[in-house]
C-alpha cells in the first residue's frame, strides 16, 4: 500500500471515530429518601418506658444526659409507681416527687429498718391501698363491723377491741405485716414475739420529722381476750367505703385465712382495707396493742400499728 493510500484510511478512519456516538458514563438509580425515624424521639420512650420496671429506667437514665431528662420525667414515674402498687391515682396533691416515692415505696424499705431494728425478726410486705377518710381499726374479723359509741378512742379500743379514728393523712398507704420480738423485756434472747400490722403514708419514710426521730409511735389503747382465740388477726379500714363489696371481702375469713391447722401468717389487701390473721395453736388468750404516729404534736395520723402478743 502506497503512502498516499495508506493516508487515506486513516483519514477514512478518523471520519468514523468523530461520527461515532460517545460511550457515557454510569450512573446511579436515584436511591429513596431516608426514613424520618429517629431513635430520639422523648414520645416513643415515654411509651417505652411505661413497660420497664424502676430498675431498668435507672440503667435507662445514666446511658446519657438525654435518656436522664426523658426518664426522670416525674410523669413516668407516677405511672410506674402507681402501676407497681396496684392502685389508681388518688385525688390528692403529693407532697414529694414520685421518684421518690417510688424508691421509698420499693427499696425494701419497713418501719423497724430505721427504728427498733434490734427488735426485728422479719417482715413481708402485703400491697398498698387508699385512704380518703376516718379510719376503722379492728381485731376482730367477723361481720358486720359495728362502731363503738364510746367518747374516746381508749374506751373503744378497751371495751370492743375497736376504734374510729380521725384526721388520718389521706392518700396512699402502704402495709406491711412485721414479727418482732416481745417488747415487754429488753433481753435479745427472748422467745416472745409479736406479731404487727404496720401500715404508712406512702410519703412517711421522706418528711424530715419521721428521718430526724422527731416522730414517735404513742400508744392509743389496749386491749386483752382472756380466753382462748383461733387467730391473731387485725384490720385497718376506710370509714367511708367500708360497706363496698371489696372491703366486705375481707370478712369472708374462708377465702384467705386458712385452714385452722395453717399456722402461717395471712394478709388480704383491697382498694380501701387491709387485712392479716395468722391462726393460733392452743393458747390462754392474747393482748392487742394499737399504735399511731402523727406528722407532730397535733399532726395528721401518718402510720397505724396493730400488734397481737400471746398472754
Request: charged share 25%.
Amino acid at each position: 500500500m502506497g503512502k498516499r493510500q495508506l493516508q487515506s484510511v486513516v483519514e477514512h478512519m478518523r471520519k468514523r471515530l468523530r461520527s461515532a456516538k460517545r460511550i457515557c458514563s454510569c450512573t446511579s438509580p436515584p436511591q429513596p429518601s431516608c426514613s424520618s425515624f429517629s431513635w430520639y424521639e422523648e414520645d416513643v420512650w415515654t411509651e417505652i418506658a411505661k413497660f420497664l420496671d424502676g430498675r431498668s429506667l435507672i440503667k435507662l437514665a445514666v446511658t446519657s444526659k438525654w435518656f436522664q431528662r426523658v426518664i426522670m420525667d416525674d410523669s413516668i414515674w407516677k405511672f410506674v409507681c402507681l402501676r407497681d402498687l396496684q392502685i389508681p391515682a388518688p385525688p390528692q396533691h403529693v407532697d414529694f416527687k414520685w421518684f421518690n416515692l417510688y424508691t421509698s415505696a420499693f427499696d425494701g424499705s419497713h418501719s423497724f429498718k430505721f427504728h427498733q431494728k434490734e427488735k426485728h425478726i422479719d417482715w413481708m410486705r402485703i400491697g398498698a391501698f387508699l385512704l380518703d377518710s376516718s379510719v376503722f381499726l379492728t381485731e376482730k374479723l367477723s361481720p358486720p363491723p359495728k362502731i363503738p359509741n364510746e367518747d374516746t378512742v381508749e374506751k373503744m379500743l378497751q371495751s370492743s377491741g375497736c376504734c374510729v379514728l380521725d384526721n388520718v393523712k389521706s392518700g396512699i398507704w402502704i402495709a406491711d405485716l412485721q414479727l418482732v420480738r416481745c417488747p415487754v423485756c429488753e433481753l435479745n434472747t427472748c422467745d416472745g414475739t409479736m406479731q404487727t400490722l404496720d401500715a404508712r403514708h406512702i410519703e412517711l419514710f421522706l418528711y424530715d420529722g419521721y428521718q430526724k426521730g422527731s416522730w414517735e409511735y404513742q400508744l392509743i389503747g389496749s386491749h386483752d381476750v382472756k380466753e382462748r382465740v383461733a387467730g391473731a388477726s387485725g384490720a385497718i379500714f376506710d370509714v367511708k367505703n367500708l360497706k363496698d363489696i371489696s372491703s366486705c371481702a375481707v370478712f369472708n375469713l374462708n377465702s384467705w385465712v386458712g385452714k385452722i391447722n395453717d399456722l402461717h401468717p395471712k394478709a388480704m389487701i383491697t382498694l380501701h382495707a387491709v387485712a392479716v390473721n395468722t391462726n393460733l395453736q392452743e393458747n390462754d388468750g392474747i393482748n392487742v396493742k394499737f399504735h399511731t404516729m402523727r406528722a407532730g404534736t397535733n399532726g395528721e395520723v401518718v402510720s397505724i400499728r396493730i400488734s397481737q402478743q400471746l398472754l
